[in-house]
């Protein structure tokens, strides 16, 4: 009986600890850290550049 009560008592308490650290928005970003989302955006051509791409350039030979 002891032995399960030493196994579960610990486990619950980290998983209600877990838990109730899930919900907070202040865990998601890290202000020690560079924006993810800058540094991984390109910028993208607009739609209208994208349908009728600009003919390549060709060098006069």
């Known amino acids: 009986m002891i032995d399960i009560f030493t196994v579960i008592v610990p486990h619950a308490l980290m998983a209600l600890a877990i ?36 003919p390549a350039r060709t060098r006069d030979a």
Do not use: G, I, N, S
């Open 19 to 54: 838990w109730r650290l899930l919900p907070r928005d202040d865990l998601d970003q890290d202000p020690h850290l560079p924006v993810k989302a800058d540094m991984f955006r390109q910028k993208r051509p607009l739609k209208a550049e994208r349908a009728h791409p600009k």
